[in-house]
T-cell receptor
Framework: EAAVTQSPRNKVTVTGGNVTLSCRQT?????MYWYRQDTGHGLRLIHY???????QIGDVPDGYKATRTTQEDFFLLLELASPSQTSLYFC???????????FGAGTRLSVL | GEQVEQRPPHLSVREGDSAVITCTYT??????FFWYKQEPGASLQLLMK?????EINEGQGFTVLLNKKDKRLSLNLTAAHPGDSAAYFC????????????FGLGTTLQVQP
């Protein structure tokens, strides 16, 4: 079973705060993704990467940066958090030759 | 780009009844289709992966139908039980090297005893 680990599981910050969400996968997957999940919007793709040092823009990238430091690690950065970024964030990974996404447990972020 | 519409957004059935969730998509070149299940407070778990070459796929207690002509994907839970209560999401794989998954908005299914 593919393993995707997110940290922290819960985070509270204030408007204008600096937040980093972490994701690690030990599946040797090359693709990694950051999604946000909001009621009424489903899952929306923020950023994704197909390897260390690579970054691709998703569908809702505004206000987010991401960095893929290694094959295993993908970080989502909110440098000036806003209340609109209060959401449930999921990281996912997949092998390049496969289409199945494996999801982490999620990080619930509240921006006050 | 690809658009995926999922219906209904909420569904309540009694134990033993069937439940049908449907997704329609726009890209005729879509090739891979997925159903994910998300239990309350949990992550998304893959329920079934469907290739465009197969129209009927059966799992444990459910059937997935793919109608490529109508660009419609459906999940049919036969004899639903309370453990099936969850949110269900369809996802369609876009074409191209990135193969992004486009998700439906989800269906919250409640199975009452």
């Amino acid at each position: 079973e593919a393993a995707v680990t997110q940290s922290p599981r819960n985070k509270v910050t204030v408007t204008g705060g600096n937040v980093t969400l972490s994701c690690r996968q030990t599946n040797s997957h090359n693709y990694m993704y950051w999604y946000r999940q909001d009621t009424g919007h489903g899952l929306r793709l923020i950023h994704y990467s197909y390897g260390a040092g690579n970054l691709q823009i998703g569908d809702v990238p505004d206000g987010y940066k991401a960095t893929r430091t290694t094959q295993e690690d993908f970080f989502l950065l909110l440098e000036l958090a806003s209340p609109s970024q209060t959401s449930l964030y999921f990281c996912a990974s997949r092998l390049g030759s496969q289409n199945t996404l494996y999801f982490g447990a999620g990080t619930r972020l509240s921006v006050l | 780009g690809e658009q995926v519409e999922q219906r209904p957004p909420h569904l309540s059935v009694r134990e033993g009844d069937s439940a049908v969730i449907t997704c329609t998509y726009t890209d005729p070149n879509s090739y891979y289709f997925f159903w994910y299940k998300q239990e309350p407070g949990a992550s998304l778990q893959l329920l079934m992966k469907v290739f465009s070459s197969t129209e009927i796929n059966e799992g444990q207690g459910f059937t997935v139908l793919l109608n490529k002509k109508d660009k419609r994907l459906s999940l049919n839970l036969t004899a639903a039980h309370p453990g099936d209560s969850a949110a269900y999401f369809c996802a369609v794989s876009s074409t191209g090297n990135t193969r992004k998954l486009i998700f439906g908005l989800g269906t919250t299914l409640q199975v009452q005893p």
